[in-house]
């Protein structure tokens, strides 16, 4: 079982097809266990996207998106898991526009464990404007 969960820092807007505008956001998830290792996990992944509250104690402001992705069968494991890079990758597909009208969203995500315990973690997604790349950053 995982002892903490992290989105990673190269988690991004992304385009997922060839015309170059954002359609939703890469979302880079490692579970770590209690050594500090990757791990695999089952359950639900729910990641939630809000719009980011500048000089403020709760960064958060209203809700734009939301996902759940079920990690509970071999085919789950397969489809989100890397072997190579030993975290989940998750594409959450987002309406057109949605991060193009300001510089900085909070991406939350919550890990639900079969045994109904919850991890979380919290990242800072960047959107450059149109001629830089996309970027992000840990919450410090």
Same mark, same amino acid.
């Given at each position: 079982m995982?002892?903490?969960? !992290?989105?990673?820092?190269? #988690?991004?807007?992304?385009s997922?097809?060839?015309d170059?505008?954002?359609?939703?956001?890469?979302?880079?998830? +490692?579970?770590i266990?209690?050594?500090?290792?990757?791990?695999?996990?089952?359950?639900?992944? +729910?990641? /939630?996207?809000? /719009?980011? #509250?500048?000089a &403020?104690g709760?960064? #958060?402001?209203?809700?734009?998106a939301?996902? /759940?992705?079920?990690?509970?069968t071999k085919?789950?494991?397969? +489809?989100y898991?890397s072997s #190579?890079?030993?975290?989940?990758?998750?594409?959450l597909?987002l309406?057109? !526009?949605?991060? &193009?009208?300001?510089?900085?969203?909070?991406?939350?995500?919550?890990?639900?464990?079969?045994l109904?315990?919850?991890?979380?973690?919290?990242?800072?997604? /960047?959107?450059?404007?149109a &001629?830089?790349?996309?970027? &992000?950053?840990?919450?410090?």
């Open positions: 995982p002892e903490r969960i !992290g989105i990673m820092p190269f #988690t991004r807007v992304e997922f097809d060839d170059n505008r954002p359609d939703g956001i890469a979302m880079l998830l +490692r579970p266990n209690v050594l500090g290792d990757p791990v695999n996990i089952v359950g639900q992944v +729910r990641a /939630e996207l809000y /719009e980011y #509250t500048p &403020s709760l960064r #958060t402001g209203p809700r734009l939301m996902w /759940e992705v079920l990690l509970n085919e789950d494991q397969r +489809r898991w #190579t890079t030993q975290m989940y990758e998750f594409h597909e309406n057109t !526009g949605v991060v &193009s009208q300001r510089p900085k969203y909070v991406l939350a995500v919550t890990y639900n464990t079969p109904g315990t919850h991890l979380t973690d919290e990242y800072i997604l /960047e959107v450059p404007i &001629s830089e790349p996309f970027a &992000s950053e840990k919450p410090g």
